[in-house]
């Protein structure tokens, strides 16, 4: 049971440590490594980790080790152990990550990316709430068990610096660190969605990602357009025709290489979701004027996002600014594009299927590549057993005040199935904090911090439970 003390003792530590401290984390531009290659000569990463660290100790945890390790050439990451008290059995593995996405344009006025702005109960800035809060939210939990001389199990936190770049210096790290992180029995992620900020929300799927950059030559410099129309082919026309043998330009539908059948309890569950949150399916996002959705039916667009492919061009080049475009036939158009797969899906396998089908027999015999960067697959979790089930339900009902719901997510998060993989009997709990309008990734990104209080206190719960159960 969460007592009034436990979380009491949270919520003092989200406001007089861990909120002033990740305003000072936001502060640095820390982008992950597919955002900066120079990340390492910048020094953002060290800086980083290194204040997380230094707030380790003030939680006045028992029994605590930390360091941070670095691998050559890899972004560091910071492994915290905390010993079990006394006899208690079971090894619980925390993750989280550090590494942040890059600025992205459009905050509105007063905000920005590396600029902390605390305000009406949120805290604004690139990466308080994906996923600078991880480490605190694990510690603070831990630390309020104990306040309460309640037992709990080995806890063993993990804080990344690689996420958002596909966690491709993980597996490194996985292999290097096998022995300190033993067989665990539990896992506790909190870097995933919550569909609204009322109670917790439980993640049961994940997408996986294949992104890449399309490129096309047509040329070895640019020309005048009117003496080539005609005559030379448009790159941007041909890359557009080559995003066409993948995604069907009316409906968005992708090709069967990055789909799976979807199980027939997915569609319960987007039911459910939709009964609790309602139109906020939709009011999430920033429509511009009067864009719609993709289907006028909720529910099928909460199982499109979470069980079935879905493309973004994220990125173009070869192109000035409209404002300072001539009339050049230009010599190449590049694109960046994301494609999330379903759950289900082996995203190496699919990545090479696509990479075939967008380089052989090109328009015009135009030169095309297309170079990925990641291919990282999906993960379902497996059934909890009912003791996790009851825990979770009475975590939620306790901190605040409402059941427990279960939702895919549309996003990707590598650990989930490089854990999952390496140990299949692991049970998972996958929650956050990144509800409506929070924005990860994109401008205005806020961390709700009465929401992190409460999931902070769910964890609590957890730890506790897991002394007994486990």
């Known amino acids: 049971m969460i007592s009034p003390q436990i979380q009491n003792h949270i919520d003092t530590l989200w406001e007089s440590e861990i909120v002033p401290t990740l305003s000072k984390y936001i502060e640095i531009p820390n982008k992950s490594p597919a955002f900066d290659d120079d990340w390492e000569a910048h020094g953002y990463m060290d800086e980083a980790i290194q204040l997380l660290e230094s707030r380790i100790p003030i939680f006045g945890i028992k029994n605590l080790t930390h360091r941070?390790?670095?691998?050559?050439?890899?972004?560091?990451?910071?492994?915290?152990?905390?010993?079990?008290?006394?006899?208690?059995?079971?090894n619980i593995l925390l993750y989280g990550h550090y590494d942040k996405q890059p600025e992205f344009v459009g905050w509105r006025e007063n905000l920005g990316p590396w600029k902390p702005v605390l305000e009406n109960g949120r805290l604004y800035g690139r990466g308080g709430a994906d996923d600078g809060y991880a480490l605190f939210g694990c510690l603070a939990a831990i630390s309020a068990v104990e306040t309460q001389d309640l037992p709990h199990p080995r806890c063993l936190i993990l804080i990344e610096g690689c996420e958002e770049s596909g966690s491709f210096d993980l597996p490194f790290y996985?292999?290097?660190?096998?022995?300190?992180?033993?067989?665990?029995?539990?896992?506790?992620?909190?870097?995933?969605?919550?569909?609204?900020?009322?109670?917790?929300?439980?993640?049961?799927?994940?997408?996986g990602l294949i992104s890449g950059t399309l490129t096309v030559d047509v040329l070895t410099e640019g020309v005048?357009?009117?003496?080539?129309?005609?005559?030379?082919?448009?790159?941007?026309?041909?890359l557009r025709e080559l995003l066409s043998r993948i995604e069907d330009v009316h409906s968005g539908e992708m090709l069967p290489y990055v789909n799976c059948a979807i199980p027939a309890w997915v569609e319960q569950q987007s039911n459910n979701l939709v009964a609790a949150i309602g139109n906020t399916v939709l009011e999430r996002y920033p429509w511009s004027g009067k864009t719609n959705p993709a289907s006028e039916d909720l529910v099928q667009l909460v199982t499109r996002n979470s069980w079935e492919a879905s493309m973004a061009v994220t990125g173009l080049?070869?192109?000035?600014?409209?404002?300072?475009?001539?009339?050049?036939?230009?010599?190449?158009?590049?694109?960046?594009?994301?494609?999330?797969?379903?759950?289900?899906?082996?995203?190496?396998?699919?990545?090479?299927?696509?990479?075939?089908?967008?380089?052989?027999?090109?328009?015009?015999?135009?030169?095309?590549?297309?170079?990925?960067?990641a291919a990282e697959s999906g993960w379902c979790s497996p059934v909890n057993p009912a003791w996790l089930e009851e825990a979770l339900q009475t975590a939620s009902q306790q901190t605040f005040g409402q059941p427990m719901l279960k939702m895919g997510t549309g996003g990707t998060i590598p650990f989930m199935t490089m854990l999952g993989k390496t140990f299949p009997d692991c049970n998972f709990v996958v929650t956050g904090v990144l509800g409506p309008h929070s924005n990860a990734h994109g401008p205005n990104e806020f961390l709700d911090i009465e929401t992190g209080k409460k999931v902070t206190g769910c964890i609590a719960h957890l730890v506790a439970r897991a002394a007994v159960e486990l």
Not at 68 to 90: F, K
Not at 180 to 197: M, Q, R, S, T, V
Not at 227 to 233: K, L
């Open 68 to 90: 941070i390790v670095q691998l050559e050439g890899r972004t560091p990451l910071l492994l915290v152990d905390v010993a079990a008290t006394d006899d208690t059995q079971g």
């Open 174 to 207: 996985l292999e290097a660190l096998k022995s300190d992180i033993g067989k665990p029995d539990l896992l506790i992620c909190l870097d995933a969605e919550c569909g609204n900020y009322d109670q917790l929300w439980l993640t049961t799927s994940l997408r």
């Open 317 to 373: 080049g070869g192109a000035p600014d409209p404002k300072y475009a001539g009339n050049t036939l230009r010599p190449f158009t590049s694109a960046k594009i994301a494609i999330r797969t379903a759950p289900l899906v082996d995203a190496k396998v699919a990545a090479e299927k696509l990479k075939h089908i967008l380089e052989n027999h090109p328009p015009y015999d135009a030169s095309v590549s297309f170079d990925i960067d």
């Open 224 to 238: 005048h357009s009117g003496g080539a129309g005609g005559i030379v082919p448009s790159s941007f026309r041909i």
